[in-house]
Structure formats: C-alpha cells, structure tokens
C-alpha cells in the first residue's frame, strides 16, 4: 500500500495526482502542519527536514521524500509506461528538465516569498528579498507560457507527468505571485486544473 504524509495544498499535490490519472491506490494520513509538529523528533524520524510530503510504499519497504522524485518512481514502477517519453530519448531528457525545472527553478523563489513571510513576519520583512522572489517566480511563469505556446501540454498534444510538476508550481504562483500568473500561462493552467484527477487531489 502506498500512503502519503501531507498537509492540504503543499507538494504532496504532485504524487497524489499523479495516482489519480494512473489509478493507483494510496491512501493519505495528514499531518499537523505546525512548526511545533514538524519539530517533532516522532515527525523528524520520518522526515528529515520536517517537510512534507513523504511517501512510505510498504510493497517495496520504501520511504522517501522529495515530491518529483515520488512523480518519478510512482510512474517507473507502477506506470506502465504511460506519462512519459521513453527513457534515453531527446523527448525523455525534455521532460525531465521540466520537472526539475518545476521544483529547483520555478518552486524554488516562491516557496522562498512563503518562508520569508513565515520567519519575517512584520517589521522584519526584508521587502528587496521578497521583491526579487517574486521577479524569478514571474519570470519562470514567462518561460513556461514561452514554451508552451499553442501546445495543450508541455511536450505537445500529450499530457505527462512534467504537467503535474510543473502544475503545482503554476498553483503555487497563481496563489503567491502579486500580479497573478501571466496571461500566456492561463489556457495552460486552466487545461491542467480542470483535469479531474487534479481536482480530486486537491479537494
Ligand atoms: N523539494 C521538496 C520541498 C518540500 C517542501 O518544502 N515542502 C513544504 C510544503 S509544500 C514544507 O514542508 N515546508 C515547511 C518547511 O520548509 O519548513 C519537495 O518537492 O518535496
């Protein structure tokens, strides 16, 4: 059985998802999204930085963290070859630049903007750190709408997995970034959260 530590809204999005476009049973136990919880030596043990998500796979006595990296492992074993190029292609390396894109270049400064807030609250804002967060979240919700073009999907008519990656990044940026997301990332970001597996892992 699969079982996800999550908390609503944070990166655990991603492999939930991703199990209900594939069908794949789990099951979530959420947790106290507190700083005092995450603190925990209990929650510590599982998680070493305190973060969610974590994946704990009992069929293979696995436990992981890093929410791309479940996306990754959940298709390679479970997914039949289905939401990704086939590895050592051109198009496999693509969608893998995307779905490191999505968390270490695009998540990255926005998740930044909610630490800040969360250990500066108040005066103790630095405003420059927050406004140059902001600028590298817009800019890499430009490069995605750049790329995406006329697509329907990130590598073209096909949806995969990147599309979740890169999805919850677009989440966090339509939720964080002051001006909203830039008008050529909308029909994208409409087309991924109207997906009903989306939907569901969300609600
Ligand atoms: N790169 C990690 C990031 C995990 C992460 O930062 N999770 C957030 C919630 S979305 C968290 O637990 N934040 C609490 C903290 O950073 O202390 C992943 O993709 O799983």
């Not at 103790?124 to 902001?134: F, H, L, T």
Request: hydrophobic share 40%.
């Amino acid at each position: 059985m699969i079982r996800f530590y999550h908390a609503p809204g944070t990166r655990g999005v991603r492999p939930i998802w991703l199990c209900e476009e594939l069908g794949i049973d789990y099951e979530v136990e959420m947790i106290e999204f507190t700083q005092e919880f995450r603190a925990t030596p209990e929650w510590r043990r599982i998680s070493p930085l305190g973060k969610v998500p974590v994946l704990v796979d009992t069929a293979n006595d696995l436990l992981m963290y890093e929410s791309c990296a479940m996306v990754q492992y959940l298709i390679d074993c479970y997914g039949e070859g289905q939401l990704q190029p086939m590895l050592g292609t051109p198009e496999h390396a693509i969608y893998q630049q995307w779905n490191w894109f999505a968390e270490s270049t695009f998540a990255r400064p926005i998740g930044e903007i909610v630490n800040h807030s969360r250990e500066f609250p108040g005066e103790k804002r630095i405003p420059a750190v927050v406004a140059e967060m902001q600028n590298r979240g817009e800019q890499c919700a430009i490069a995605v709408g750049d790329a995406i073009g006329d697509k329907a999907f990130i590598l073209g008519d096909d949806f995969s997995a990147a599309d979740i990656n890169l999805g919850y990044s677009i989440m966090l940026a339509d939720r964080f970034l002051p001006n909203g997301l830039p008008e050529s990332i909308k029909p994208y970001w409409q087309r991924l959260s109207s997906r009903p597996g989306f939907i569901r892992a969300t609600s």
